[in-house]
């Protein structure tokens, strides 16, 4: 029997560590050995055999309830009846794919794109954020004839061959292909939100020069505006707008990664973009656009991808099926209707000024920022120093974990709190999360004082 | 306005050419132009606006019913009850990714297994196709060291820049991978059946060669072993061997695309390579594992897994989440009980033996072939010239579809009727489908003629 790899992963379960689990979970975990292999990532030191979910709630086998603040999938809620519903009766009726007129699929893209200003009028529909990022590089390919892509540093933007080398968070060992540039996401806690985007545009400016002195033409930029993987980096509203001008300058396109801000997760705007004042060239969504259901979709500016259509024969057998735009547009009825945009403005309001008094009574807690219901909690070693704790964040990721309420980890150091959870969060749902986060980190350094 | 641009597409509708449709068609035509982009492909001369689908039936607005010969995603018959009811009744209790434990995952991981050689005893989830293949590209590169690939020359494996790559028959004019190395399927039809896979190993074996002289590594060698977009090849059982042993030889592994033959399509067996007496070292699953609901997977060996996971974090958001495992697991079932695998042995013997009747009364009926529910029909201007005829093979497709029976086109000519119907078609249905394929063909003659 050889020892298990190891690879580097935020909040990973060891899957040989199964001593001391409960005997069910140990036997679900040597099951999941069996078949998905022992590299196969599970979260938390104690991982979680759950069985139901409800709303912000996720219940596990013994009937514990855990507050989730983690899963933007099921943005309009887990298990939410308008989406069940939806796609239960549109599965019984008809579920194939797009070579065949649908009414519903038109009555969903038209209401989609009514949400993006008007220039992005186009839809191609896929299965997952990852094939859409992938569909959006080649269209930059084929329409720019450039190669070279600009991503941030610990960007995460997808699985497939292409997108995981734009993905440096993906812990890929292939060799870096030398078309793709990155440049470090603005790290507003260290420099201060006006200087990080002053210094972002020039990275970004200074990575085109380095490719136009190798050769390299610019295929497109690509950020999610928020930089999520890269910590959670929300910044100064606008200032993509230099980037986006530097880029069009190059004679690139502008991809915008709406797989984590989209769907009216910041709360200000239904797309992260917006927030900026930009009309990007493409927009890409993923995770929760059916809430579960797997369905993602690039919007295009129309001349672009007849362009690229023009050159390419695209077709995605799932994509776009009338079951997928039946569950998308439950979830655009259920943001409307549960007002969770702005829930999300006001609960991501609340939740980011309760978290911001943690530190004055923990000195581990170094900066609290986000945007609506997307907030990162960086943890140093002190507020002097500001040098990144790992293994405290591990430390309160768990022991949030203990205390029933699910987080997860972002950033290049791993010691950014990633919390990001169904838009029907609520204040008392804030509240306990504030609650567990504090008991964690006491209970942390106690452990380290003794 | 521009003209819409065309590219080279099978049965494909012109979107200029709305006039004499249906008013309420024409309607959905515009509709879907405006949001899809006028590059967006439909089926037939007269586009379908489909409402209903229940088994092999699917039903347009008009309340017409079409007989599906075409559709392999909803392989255990449209609308299944028990896929929709497991589904539903999944998306109302417990929808999430896979870094938590869920018993019904491992239920069905194991259940699928159980169908493979025991050698494939691990699997990674994804949500398409396109997806399966990606990853298996990634894992052969990084466990062979290699980048070259071997596939068919009109092969279709799916939709991401990788997979366009080694997918010549996706229409892109995007300038070839130097790595990627084609080769003709074997044409049973013009050099017999043994010749042709003597043919087919012998160039197989010349394009390592090749690859071998300009310094590439063989990563794999990868086909649907019934080489379906290749035009419905599904040749001796057994030849396959010997390609294997090419492969390995060269240091590169096997890949069985199981997206089209896979499921017990063939009714020899419940995957494609099975037919062939050998064990590949991956094989991809899509388009029918979920009857509709987007679920793919790469079934592979543990220490080529394990290889590629210790270097690589691969995570897919929707892939093996409960939902999808509900299912798959209810299309496992209805395979079972529903006997489809043995219904796909005996309904397509005998529809194939009743086409081969049509090459006695129609001179274009050139050879009918294929294995299962997978029969293939070339069609040629004379059976002794045999000419690929591709105008009179979308001729019988859309007479076929004015007479209510939907099939589709394959071959590198365009001149192979696919039939490829859902696994509950019978006898009857195959009558039907005969029928109306010989009346289009007299149709097609007698305007000819006049």
Request: hydrophobic letters at 40%; proline letters at 5%.
């Amino acid at each position: 029997m050889t020892a298990t790899p190891k690879i580097l992963e935020l909040n990973a379960f060891d899957m040989d560590d199964t001593a001391g689990l409960d005997p069910a979970v140990a036997e679900l975990v040597a099951r999941r050995k069996r078949t998905f292999g022992p590299t196969s990532m599970l979260f938390y030191e104690r991982p979680l055999n759950l069985v139901r979910g409800e709303g912000v709630w996720l219940i596990d086998a013994d009937g514990s309830r855990y507050l989730d603040a983690y899963n933007n999938v099921p943005s309009v809620g887990h298990c939410n009846a308008r989406v069940v519903e939806a796609v239960s009766r549109q599965m019984a009726t008809l579920n194939t794919h797009s070579r065949y007129l649908y009414d519903i699929v038109y009555t969903y893209s038209e209401k989609l794109l009514a949400t993006y200003p008007k220039e992005l009028s186009n839809i191609v529909y896929v299965c997952t954020g990852s094939e859409g990022i992938d569909l959006a590089m080649r269209i930059a390919r084929t329409v720019t004839g450039g190669t070279g892509f600009i991503a941030t540093d610990n960007a995460y933007h997808g699985n497939t061959s292409a997108v995981t080398e734009i993905s440096p968070s993906s812990a890929s060992t292939d060799a870096p292909n030398p078309n793709v540039f990155f440049v470090p996401a603005p790290d507003t806690y260290r420099l201060g939100a006006e200087a990080a985007a002053a210094k972002f545009n020039a990275d970004v400016r200074a990575a085109i020069a380095t490719m136009h002195e190798r050769g390299i033409k610019l295929a497109a930029f690509i950020a999610d505006s928020i930089f999520s993987s890269d910590g959670v980096f929300s910044v100064v509203p606008g200032f993509l707008k230099e980037t986006l001008a530097a880029v069009h300058g190059a004679g690139g396109l502008y991809i915008a990664d709406e797989v984590q801000p989209g769907f009216g997760r910041t709360g200000e705007a239904m797309w992260g973009f917006m927030r900026h004042g930009i009309v990007p060239d493409m927009a890409v969504m993923g995770k929760p656009m059916g809430n579960g259901f797997p369905i993602g979709g690039v919007v295009v500016k129309p001349d672009i991808l007849q362009l690229f259509g023009s050159q390419n024969g695209y077709f995605n057998t799932f994509g776009g099926n009338p079951v997928a735009a039946a569950a998308g547009l439950a979830v655009l009825e259920a943001i409307e209707a549960d007002g969770l945009q702005e829930n999300a403005r006001a609960t991501g309001a609340y939740l980011a000024e309760r978290l911001s008094y943690l530190s004055q009574r923990h000195d581990a807690v170094g900066d609290v920022r986000g945007v609506g219901l997307y907030v990162g909690v960086e943890i140093v070693t002190d507020q002097q120093s500001r040098t990144p704790d790992k293994a405290a964040t591990t430390a309160a990721v768990n022991g949030m974990r203990e205390r029933n309420v699910l987080v997860g980890t972002a950033g290049k150091h791993g010691n950014v709190i990633k919390i990001r959870p169904p838009l029907c969060f609520n204040r008392e749902n804030a509240d306990a999360l504030v609650t567990a986060l504090s008991d964690s980190l006491a209970a942390y350094a106690d452990r380290k004082r003794r």
